[in-house]
């Protein structure tokens, strides 16, 4: 604001100071021009200041620009780089997830396969007992299913009870 008004004197003492060198007296011409002069020096004296604070101003305003630009470059290229690593973890935890799904499904196979053999296993030493210990009776009473089940030797609290048949109704 200063230095606006500052342009604005020298301007109108620029534009009005010829007329008044013309109207002064001839005595005084001498004095008056001398006076002129030297008011015309300061005023361009205080114009070169005017501009050269102006120019001053600009570069520090463009070297302010030029440092929040770089501000901003570096914030936009760490944004790019968290984006970046944060995608990497999500595609490291999800394939991570999908090695575990992996594993799960492959030991859910092993214990199914592993209860089959147990089963398979238990039938066979149920077969084996009843081949030792019991004799097989088949009653068909009528035409509906039977349980089937394999009972042991009979002794003073019942009848022992050796397993179940294999693909049998029970």
């Given at each position: 604001?200063?230095?606006?008004?500052?342009?604005?004197?020298?301007?109108?003492?620029?534009?009005?100071?010829?007329?008044?060198?013309?109207?002064?007296?001839?005595?005084?011409?001498?004095?008056?021009?001398?006076?002129?002069?030297?008011?015309q020096a300061?005023?361009?004296?205080?114009?070169?200041?005017?501009?050269?604070?102006?120019?001053?101003?600009?570069?520090?305003?463009?070297?302010?620009?030029?440092?929040?630009?770089?501000?901003?470059?570096?914030?936009?290229?760490?944004?790019?780089?968290?984006?970046?690593?944060?995608?990497?973890?999500?595609?490291?935890?999800?394939?991570?997830?999908?090695?575990?799904?992996?594993?799960?499904?492959?030991?859910?196979?092993?214990?199914?396969?592993?209860?089959r053999e147990?089963?398979?296993?238990?039938?066979?030493?149920?077969?084996?007992?009843?081949?030792?210990?019991?004799?097989?009776?088949?009653?068909?009473?009528?035409?509906?299913?039977?349980?089937?089940?394999?009972?042991?030797?009979?002794?003073?609290?019942?009848?022992?009870?050796?397993?179940?048949?294999?693909?049998?109704?029970?």
């Open positions: 604001m200063k230095f606006r008004n500052t342009l604005m004197i020298l301007a109108a003492v620029l534009w009005f100071g010829t007329g008044s060198i013309a109207n002064a007296a001839p005595g005084n011409e001498v004095k008056n021009q001398t006076e002129e002069e030297q008011l300061r005023l361009e004296a205080e114009y070169k200041n005017a501009m050269t604070a102006a120019e001053q101003q600009r570069l520090a305003a463009e070297t302010s620009m030029e440092k929040a630009r770089e501000q901003l470059e570096q914030a936009s290229s760490q944004r790019a780089l968290a984006n970046k690593q944060n995608a990497e973890a999500l595609s490291a935890r999800e394939a991570e997830m999908a090695k575990m799904n992996e594993e799960l499904n492959n030991a859910r196979r092993q214990l199914q396969e592993t209860s147990i089963a398979r296993v238990n039938r066979e030493i149920a077969r084996a007992r009843t081949d030792r210990n019991s004799t097989s009776f088949v009653y068909r009473t009528s035409e509906k299913p039977v349980i089937g089940v394999i009972l042991g030797d009979v002794d003073d609290g019942g009848v022992k009870f050796l397993g179940v048949s294999p693909d049998g109704p029970s």
